[in-house]
DNA sequence: ACCTGTCCGTGAATATTTTTCATGATTTAG
DNA sequence: CTAAATCATGAAAAATATTCACGGACAGGT
């Protein structure tokens, strides 16, 4: 009924003056426009304007169109634009999915930058998946996954990013403070504090207690980085955790930390992305962005 | 580009569910509906939503496309309705001009009861004209004149809508108050209070004392009834003004009304507007309301 | 694994709409 | 009163939208 087009003349008859004139602006011809507003105006049972010799008056139905034309139109064209954009991959979302813990504390470092850089591109985290992170990387709840566990599977990548070294963290009054590293059979006794996620995905287990074929004496759960550390700090259990992270905290909290074995124990973080986005400026600036960036 | 048309497929594909349902909705085929979209796409320089197996799952930019849709056809739609309605003469705006300073608080009665009549009809009221009020009936700035003085011109037309009484109004001290009518002489020494019009415009003159030959020793203007009544009932001076309006306000002021000769001096309040709006239901009904109304 | 029904995409044919062209009627300015 | 400018109109041409008739892909049932 209404189109797009209508509004177009009727605005620029407004600010041309004439019919003839905005014919010219629209590279059309006046009789185009002139036979479009008269459809237009039989299918609305009103006139838009009042042929009064050689001039226009709207009347109130046209007020009203060319009222919609001023509110419409920009919306338009602002939405042109902004799809523009997208197409050419300089705005969009980034919606980014994470499976460890302290991953967090390492985006937060990664975010910052990446923001300013892309000021079209909004980033927003996400930590709950119904079926985790690579479900809710192929159900398109996330185009970005970080994590610690590359499951390589068809269709998706996985990007190192981030190499660190998982330790142990203990109070400086514990026994094992001033040791270089500790052995597996050393925490037989002890309370193991960890994020609340399943034991196979904890490489304190899978890659330091299991091959030695021991376990600690106890261990519980804390949701957060900060109150795990507290505990830590107080005694109440050892923990692992990044060395970067560790060594944050470790300037306003009497903790330390210890390797994991002689060797210590490397850990990488990943990104995870769909193959079919490899071409997306706005993600693989994030992936290089993030391996970029460097703990002093 | 965008036209209202893609909109439609957004909205109905995401409410249907499938381009098939969208096209039923629409009564169009399905296969309308893809050359419609993919030709948007073309012009966009990307997809609006993936081909995944039979399901259609929306690009950012389809995203962008249907928030745009949910946005803009309502308001299409609101519109369309608007002037539907206008086109029936239900909906509309009158735009009313005053002549007359007492006018205001007679059009004030009128225009609540208006308003309730016509829930789709904004009354607007203006009192300053560049070229008079025939000038801005004329030029369309207004759509009804209130006045006292019908100015009968080719495409006007004017109907009487109120008769009443004009009358002198002094303070209950004054030496005429238990007077039934003054003659002008009676006049000679006083100070008349008027609104500040041309003396041509004002009845007190042209039909009272210019007939007599005579005049008011002092004349003063004055803005506002209020304040004009508070001066007459301070014996500052005599006014004259519509015996209905004085009535009301002698309620709570020592004032009284007389008759401005024996016979009084009748007058009338008058509408006009242009001939072409005859027809306007709505602009009809105003005139037809104002003059049912009475002042008992 | 193999139908089967359903979905979407595509190219050619057709239908519809938009635009132009050519012209006339009306009005304003000089 | 003429000249220039404006908008309206009908017919012709151009452009666009829609349908038709397919084909390929996929999910669900057997």
Redesign the interface.
């Known amino acids: 009924?209404?189109?797009?087009?209508h509004l177009e003349i009727m605005r620029s008859v407004e600010r041309q003056g004439s019919l003839t004139a905005a014919a010219e602006q629209l590279h059309l011809t006046q009789s185009a426009l002139s036979h479009a507003i008269r459809k237009l105006e039989q299918q609305?049972?009103?006139s838009v304007w009042l042929r009064e010799g050689r001039q226009l008056?709207l009347?109130?139905?046209g007020h009203?169109?060319l009222a919609?034309a001023n509110?419409?139109l920009p919306?338009?064209e602002h939405?042109?634009m902004?799809?523009?954009q997208?197409?050419?991959g300089q705005r969009?979302?980034l919606r980014v999915g994470m499976e460890c813990h302290p991953c967090y504390q390492w985006l937060l470092r990664v975010v910052g930058p990446y923001l300013q850089q892309w000021p079209d591109v909004d980033v927003d985290v996400k930590q709950e998946f119904q079926f985790g992170g690579m479900g809710a990387l192929f159900g398109?709840d996330i185009d970005l996954l970080v994590t610690p566990d590359p499951l390589h599977k068809p269709g998706v990548r996985f990007e190192p990013v981030f190499d660190y070294e998982q330790v142990l963290v203990v109070s400086e009054d514990h026994s094992l403070a001033d040791e270089k590293w500790v052995e597996p059979h050393q925490l037989e006794k002890e309370t193991l504090i960890t994020y609340p996620v399943a034991v196979e995905r904890l490489d304190i287990f899978t890659r330091f207690f299991l091959p030695a074929h021991t376990a600690p004496a106890r261990h519980k759960t804390i949701e957060t980085t900060d109150i795990m550390l507290q505990m830590v700090a107080a005694g109440r259990g050892v923990s692992a955790l990044p060395r970067w992270l560790v060594d944050d905290y470790a300037r306003n909290m009497p903790i330390r930390a210890l390797k994991l074995g002689q060797q210590g124990m490397p850990k990488q973080i990943f990104l995870g992305f769909r193959e079919r986005d490899e071409a997306v400026d706005y993600l693989n600036a994030f992936v290089k962005l993030a391996r970029s960036i460097r703990w002093n």
Chains 1, 2 share one sequence.
Request: glycine share 6%; aromatic share 4%.
């Open positions: 009924m209404v189109e797009r087009h609305l049972g009103t008056r009347t109130q139905a009203q169109l919609l509110r419409l919306q338009f939405a042109e902004q799809i523009h997208i197409a050419q969009g979302s398109h």
